[in-house]
């Protein structure tokens, strides 16, 4: 696929000022202003968030301009959706008319539509312990693993980004859909003013005035607005500060252990968690696997300012016999880190500003709840934009400001979520019952979506329902007083499984079980006609939903 850069000599366009100066350089070896561009919105960073918030501008009538610091294809991390995250992405192709966001929303029709885009097949989420075992035999098999399946069968699933194939296409598509694109461009200077915000970008040898009357920064953690309005980050409340080391490898043979289970164990997001620390891994359908290291800093205080290789070397130590799948696999390029994972910024918004979820902070890839965070964040952006008309006229965005405050609301939840799962990493049972509030969290915020209910589950864990998410904070609370507790492992986790249990009762809609053994959950149907009433709904409109989603033979139920 091929990108074609909006770089500075083109002629001026149509969604550019018919007034733009042109100004040539007379000094060798001097940058200057080359020419001025007018702009209705400006987004910082080309990925997948950047290209869609772009599209929907588009929609909206805006002239739209995305400045990218590198260049495309680039090398990223695998990433991995949920059925969640799905959904908001089939909620935005429907509301803004991006009919082929369907294409990605699931394994089966990405096969089918894109065959020479790589994905990975991922049906559920998959856990391991290598951390601290038992002396003695574990009695429960939530003691060493935990399988929750995430959709019935292969066709139906979840997928694994390969962001490098992924971002190239959706930047196509809002080139097609009129957007403009310079790589290589960094932001320089900005300047706020009443009416506008001005920009230098340095592009190449040269220098671009810009004025813009929005920013949308996109750029993920290495936030061009922080940067340009010097902007700090602060620590999270409940997460530890962590460090990282990953890389994409080729020769990753799965010998997860499972004595029985819902679906392939490695077809998933797979978590191994070890002292201090857990091992990704997202296999992909062309033989290659995106895997990394997550370290505490307290955990592991010296081995942050070691290399990557050495980082990576040391995970395999601690992984034990699950390291015997990585002895034959070589890293397709050398191994990267990052020396701080997770970060918040202190201001997030202005009257002309705003970042996305994904640059204004970010916890932990624990639970994937990044996706879905961003989604919900461009969905509160996007229904905030003036029209294009009355933005000229001096309108504002109506609802930034809120939209920036449920999104601190959702950090802040996922941050004592992920905190907690932090805490309990050494009791990988009392870790395996916690994750339980975030499965049924999410799974019953999805059926009452696709019920045409989402104000029984507003915002992203609750966000937006403050009964709801205060009871879940205090849970965490719950949680981490037993697991401090002065007493047998076993009663610490009974005390947890009880106040889990308790808490997701009422949107418990998948069958969740703490008690279950073995410690599976396959993506069975029955639970969701059993427990209708939580979402104010029938087994007859459950039906209709199943056959309508695909998730149910006319045959059946």
Same mark, same amino acid.
């Given at each position: 696929?091929?990108?074609?850069?909006?770089?500075?000599?083109?002629?001026?366009?149509?969604?550019?000022?018919?007034?733009?100066?042109?100004? #040539?350089?007379?000094?060798?070896?001097?940058?200057?202003?080359?020419?001025?561009?007018?702009?209705?919105?400006?987004?910082?960073?080309?990925?997948?968030?950047?290209?869609?918030?772009?599209?929907?501008?588009?929609?909206?009538?805006? #002239?739209?301009?995305?400045?990218?610091?590198? *260049?495309?294809?680039?090398?990223?991390?695998?990433?991995?959706?949920?059925?969640?995250?799905? %959904?908001?992405?089939?909620?935005?192709?429907?509301?803004?008319?991006?009919?082929?966001?369907?294409?990605?929303?699931?394994?089966?029709?990405?096969?089918?539509?894109?065959?020479?885009?790589?994905?990975?097949?991922?049906?559920?989420?998959?856990?391991?312990?290598?951390?601290?075992?038992?002396?003695?035999?574990?009695?429960? /098999?939530?003691?060493?693993?935990?399988?929750?399946?995430?959709?019935?069968?292969?066709? %139906?699933?979840?997928?694994?980004?390969?962001?490098?194939?992924?971002?190239?296409?959706?930047?196509?598509?809002?080139?097609?859909?009129?957007?403009?694109?310079?790589?290589?461009?960094?932001?320089?200077?900005?300047?706020?003013?009443?009416?506008?915000?001005?920009?230098?970008?340095?592009? #190449?040898?040269?220098?671009?005035?810009?004025?813009?009357?929005?920013?949308?920064?996109? /750029?993920?953690?290495?936030?061009? &607005?922080?940067?340009?309005?010097?902007?700090?980050?602060?620590?999270?409340?409940?997460?530890?500060?962590?460090?990282?080391?990953?890389?994409?490898?080729?020769? $990753?043979?799965?010998?997860?252990?499972?004595?029985?289970?819902?679906?392939?164990?490695?077809?998933?997001?797979?978590?191994?968690?070890?002292?201090?620390?857990?091992?990704?891994?997202?296999?992909?359908?062309?033989?290659?696997?995106?895997?990394?290291?997550?370290? /505490?800093?307290?955990?592991?205080?010296?081995?942050? /300012?070691?290399?990557?290789?050495?980082?990576?070397?040391?995970? $395999?130590?601690?992984?034990?016999?699950?390291?015997?799948?990585?002895?034959?696999?070589?890293?397709?390029?050398?191994?990267?880190?990052?020396? !701080?994972?997770?970060?918040?910024? *202190?201001?997030?918004?202005?009257? #002309?500003?705003?970042?996305?979820?994904?640059?204004?902070?970010? &916890?932990?890839?624990?639970?994937?709840?990044?996706?879905?965070?961003?989604?919900?964040?461009?969905?509160?952006?996007?229904?905030?934009?003036?029209?294009?008309?009355?933005?000229?006229?001096?309108?504002?965005?109506?609802?930034?400001?809120?939209?920036?405050?449920?999104?601190? !609301?959702? =950090?802040?939840?996922?941050?004592?979520?992920?905190?907690?799962?932090?805490?309990? =990493?050494?009791?990988?049972?009392?870790?395996?019952?916690?994750?339980?509030?975030?499965?049924?969290?999410?799974?019953?915020?999805?059926? &009452?979506?696709?019920?045409?209910?989402?104000?029984?589950?507003?915002?992203?864990?609750?966000?937006?329902?403050?009964?709801?998410?205060?009871?879940?904070?205090? %849970?965490?609370?719950?949680?981490?007083?037993?697991?401090?507790?002065?007493?047998?492992?076993?009663?610490?986790?009974?005390?947890?499984?009880?106040?889990?249990?308790?808490?997701?009762?009422?949107?418990?809609?998948?069958?969740?079980?703490?008690?279950?053994?073995?410690?599976?959950?396959?993506?069975? =149907?029955?639970?969701?006609?059993?427990?209708?009433?939580?979402?104010?709904?029938?087994?007859?409109?459950?039906?209709? $939903?199943?056959?309508?989603?695909?998730?149910?033979?006319?045959?059946?139920?």
């Amino acid at each position: 696929m091929l990108i074609v850069s909006q770089g500075a000599y083109r002629a001026i366009g149509p969604h550019e000022s018919a007034t733009a100066n042109f100004t #040539r350089a007379q000094v060798p070896g001097v940058l200057m202003i080359k020419a001025r561009y007018d702009w209705d919105l400006v987004i910082f960073g080309s990925g997948f968030a950047g290209c869609l918030m772009a599209m929907i501008a588009r929609k909206r009538g805006y #002239r739209t301009l995305i400045l990218e610091r590198h *260049q495309h294809p680039r090398i990223t991390l695998g990433e991995s959706t949920t059925p969640l995250t799905n %959904l908001l992405l089939e909620e935005l192709a429907v509301t803004y008319e991006l009919d082929f966001l369907h294409s990605l929303t699931r394994w089966g029709r990405w096969k089918k539509t894109h065959p020479a885009m790589k994905v990975g097949l991922k049906r559920g989420f998959t856990f391991y312990s290598h951390s601290n075992p038992p002396e003695t035999e574990p009695s429960s /098999s939530w003691q060493k693993e935990l399988m929750v399946a995430a959709s019935p069968r292969d066709d %139906l699933a979840d997928t694994h980004w390969w962001r490098e194939d992924l971002d190239v296409f959706l930047l196509e598509k809002a080139i097609e859909h009129g957007v403009h694109y310079w790589d290589q461009s960094q932001p320089m200077m900005w300047e706020e003013h009443p009416n506008h915000i001005q920009l230098h970008v340095h592009q #190449r040898d040269e220098v671009h005035r810009i004025s813009t009357h929005l920013v949308i920064d996109a /750029s993920g953690g290495a936030s061009a &607005v922080a940067s340009l309005a010097k902007i700090p980050t602060k620590p999270l409340k409940r997460t530890p500060q962590t460090f990282s080391a990953y890389s994409h490898f080729e020769g $990753m043979t799965p010998k997860l252990r499972s004595s029985a289970f819902p679906y392939p164990p490695h077809q998933a997001a797979v978590h191994q968690l070890i002292p201090g620390g857990w091992i990704w891994t997202l296999h992909f359908d062309h033989q290659v696997a995106s895997a990394g290291v997550v370290f /505490s800093e307290q955990q592991h205080p010296s081995l942050k /300012s070691k290399q990557p290789e050495i980082i990576w070397q040391e995970a $395999m130590k601690l992984a034990g016999n699950a390291a015997s799948s990585w002895s034959q696999a070589q890293p397709l390029y050398p191994l990267k880190k990052l020396e !701080r994972v997770s970060f918040i910024h *202190q201001r997030v918004h202005g009257s #002309r500003w705003i970042m996305l979820p994904s640059a204004a902070g970010f &916890v932990d890839p624990l639970l994937s709840t990044g996706f879905p965070m961003t989604l919900l964040g461009i969905q509160r952006i996007a229904q905030g934009l003036p029209k294009a008309e009355a933005l000229v006229q001096g309108e504002l965005p109506s609802s930034w400001e809120q939209a920036a405050k449920w999104n601190q !609301r959702e =950090m802040h939840l996922a941050d004592e979520l992920i905190g907690t799962l932090y805490t309990c =990493m050494d009791c990988f049972e009392c870790f395996a019952t916690t994750t339980l509030i975030y499965f049924a969290s999410v799974s019953y915020a999805e059926t &009452v979506r696709r019920l045409s209910k989402p104000h029984l589950a507003p915002g992203f864990l609750f966000s937006e329902d403050a009964s709801r998410s205060d009871a879940m904070l205090e %849970l965490l609370v719950t949680i981490r007083q037993h697991k401090a507790m002065n007493a047998p492992r076993a009663q610490k986790w009974e005390s947890i499984r009880k106040a889990v249990f308790e808490f997701m009762e009422p949107i418990n809609v998948i069958g969740l079980d703490p008690w279950k053994e073995p410690a599976h959950f396959p993506a069975s =149907m029955d639970p969701l006609f059993e427990n209708a009433f939580k979402c104010e709904s029938s087994p007859q409109a459950i039906r209709s $939903m199943l056959l309508r989603e695909g998730m149910l033979a006319c045959e059946d139920g």
